[in-house]
């Protein structure tokens, strides 16, 4: 079965850090581009940050630019996304997603994984 599956989510005070994990199965996050993505309560779904293996590239938003890395671990067959010095407003639930094309536009994302929960307090 084609899917992402998150982990590494947690509970942390603000100025920790936590990496997250991105699992796939059925296809190899390399030939495509991966996406984080968060959703804090009544809020609408953000992206965070991309990985483009095909092209090296990546991107990240403005507010987590510096403290957030996203990687892709070959051998794993997974996407990680760094976090650290996290914030309150980092609170979320976070969710990786399989991009068919460049990964610039969230509705090219054909696979969701299910979430992981990050909580930072303050």
């Known amino acids: 079965e084609v899917q992402l599956v998150e982990s590494g989510g947690g509970f942390v005070q603000a100025g920790g850090s936590l990496r997250l994990s991105c699992a796939a199965s059925?296809?190899?996050?390399?030939?495509?581009?991966i996406g984080w993505f968060r959703q804090a309560p009544g809020k609408e779904r953000k992206g965070v940050s991309c990985?483009?293996?095909?092209?090296?590239?990546?991107y990240y938003i403005s507010s987590v630019k510096g403290r957030f890395t996203i990687s892709s671990d070959s051998a794993k067959n997974t996407v990680y996304l760094q976090m650290n010095r996290l914030k309150p407003e980092d609170t979320a639930v976070y969710y990786c997603a399989r991009s068919y094309g460049s990964g610039w536009y969230v509705g090219e994302y054909d696979v969701w994984g299910q979430g992981t929960q990050v909580t930072v307090s303050s």
């Open positions: 059925g296809f190899i996050v390399d030939d495509y581009a």
């Open positions: 990985i483009n293996r095909k092209n090296n590239s990546t």
